[in-house]
């Protein structure tokens, strides 16, 4: 018995079996724990990185938003300030330039056309402020109020809608004079050739719209009735008006009521881009039905173009120089470039008198030693045409522009 056990004790390979087994328990446990570390990182540094994303992505949001309410703001208070210095300008052309014995002695001098330049002291850079006091002779670094700050800037621009035909007068409770006024000018504002293209091209919806055809939908568009217009010698109302508005990819309804803004015009049957393009800072919606030619810019000179066409003596009409459009613009702008030589057009009765004979306004308005210069100034071939004084005067008027 004491041999066998000691035999068995002393067994190598029964050693090596136990201690295998007592090292694999270790060895698994190790592993397992290297494992769940790896996971757990892995996991912590996902969370962190998305928390670390959100909050950087909240503070730029944040960021963001706090910078357009601050440049809403400034943009606000700077147009803000743009208007009011306007009214102040507005206030002293009413008061001091629009007063009958100062225009007496500088002519029509609107301070509106300076605006740009002066509003640049209060809302440009501080080059261009130390340049407009320079020009005046002012030093403006030690003055306080002028300029808005860094990265910031405003302009403004001041125009008259004097100038500017008024589509409203051909509108509203059916006031046929008014309407044929409407319609002769934009008739005869339409009739160049050089705005053949815009006739001869289909417009949004395939359709094809004469010069007539577009001066009779606008007038139509702002009149009550539903009766189409018809200008004289025809009588109004002799047939329904059938624009098809509710039958385009966008359907909607004639205003059949004055125009809100000119912008409305687009919506017109015939009013296609290049129409808007070519004629639409010639026309407006506010204002009398007079044409203030004091306040026709000199790049409107085919509205005068189209008054001269319009107000002729019917005798008259074949004349040359309304058949020629070349002879024709030449003859407005000159008339225009004489009446800013001049200081602006004084009365109605110059004005047809310039169009009945420009030749000799031109000499009359130029001294003794610039007659031959003068002279030239005028196109080869353009010769005045006799208006009705009538017709003249029921549509436009000479007198302060009116912003």
């Known amino acids: 018995m004491t041999m066998s056990s000691e035999k068995h004790i002393a067994s190598p390979s029964l050693l090596r079996r136990v201690w295998r087994r007592l090292q694999r328990p270790v060895i698994v446990r190790k592993r ?22 959100d909050f950087s992505f909240n503070a730029r949001v944040d960021l963001e938003a706090a910078a357009n309410a601050r440049d809403t703001l400034r943009a606000e208070y700077l147009a803000r300030s743009g208007m009011q210095l306007s009214r102040l300008l507005i206030k002293v052309q009413q008061s001091v330039l629009d007063q009958p014995q100062v225009r007496k002695f500088i002519g029509d001098v609107q301070i509106g056309d300076f605006a740009p330049y ?26 306080k109020g002028l300029g808005v700050g860094k990265n910031a800037s405003f302009d403004v621009e001041m125009t ?5 035909l008024n589509l409203n007068c051909g509108g509203g409770i059916n006031d046929v004079p008014h309407q044929q006024q409407t319609y002769a000018i934009l008739s005869s504002l339409f009739w160049p050739p050089r705005y053949n293209r815009i006739f001869e091209t289909a ?46 990819k966008d359907p909607y309804k004639a205003h059949n009521m004055f125009y809100d803004t000119i912008e409305e015009l687009n919506l017109v049957r015939g009013v296609s881009d290049e129409l808007w393009g ?5 026309m407006t919606v506010y204002g009398g039905c007079k044409i203030n030619l004091a306040a026709v810019r000199p790049e409107n000179w085919p509205l005068v173009a189209a008054i001269i066409r319009a107000t002729v003596k019917d005798d008259h009409k074949n004349d040359q120089v309304l058949m020629d ?52 100034a005028l196109p080869s071939g353009v010769v005045g045409v006799p208006l009705d004084k009538g017709k003249v005067n029921n549509v436009v008027t000479v007198g302060p522009r009116r912003i």
Request: net charge negative.
């Open 32 to 53: 397992r724990q290297a494992g769940i570390a790896l996971i757990v990182v892995t996991v912590t540094l996902a969370v962190l990185g998305a928390v670390v994303g």
């Open 325 to 376: 459009d070349v002879l024709l613009a030449g003859l407005a702008q000159q008339i225009l470039s004489l009446a800013q030589l001049t200081g602006g057009f004084q009365s109605v009765d110059q004005f047809v008198s310039l169009i009945s004979d420009p030749a000799s306004a031109l000499k009359s308005a130029t001294s003794a030693d610039d007659k031959n210069s003068s002279t030239q």
């Open 203 to 248: 417009d949004a919806d395939g359709q094809y719209n004469t010069r007539d055809d577009v001066a009779r939908a606008i007038v139509d568009w702002a009149d009550l009735d539903e009766n189409r217009f018809e200008p004289p010698p025809a009588t109004s109302g002799s047939g329904a008006e059938d624009y098809r508005y509710d039958a385009r």
């Open 160 to 164: 008259s809608d004097d100038g500017r």
């Open 278 to 282: 070519s004629f639409g800072e010639m």
């Open 118 to 143: 002066l509003m640049k002291a209060f809302g440009g850079a501080a080059d261009e402020r130390e340049g407009l006091g320079a020009l005046l002779g002012i030093d403006t670094s030690a003055m």
